[in-house]
């Protein structure tokens, strides 16, 4: 299982992540990237890596090992 975090002070509002991974991803009424969803699919894992900003990490719930 995995989790994901994002780094408020990171994110720049640029929506990347909620286009690449709509069902994980959204955008709260500051503009700023919120997780709506509890699993973790391999479009979650590519909206991370994507984020222009370095704001979304995601790591092993076990290991704690970072996984994008």
């Known amino acids: 299982m995995y989790r994901i975090e994002i780094d408020r002070s990171l994110c ?17 009424g500051e503009g ?13 894992l590519e909206a991370a890596e994507c984020c222009p900003f370095g704001a979304i990490s995601v790591s092993d719930e076990a290991t704690g090992r970072r996984a994008a």
């Open 12 to 28: 720049n509002g640029m929506a990347s992540c909620v286009k690449i991974a709509p069902g994980t991803f959204d955008l709260d």
């Open 32 to 44: 700023v990237a919120i997780v709506v969803a509890d699993a973790v699919d391999e479009a979650a």
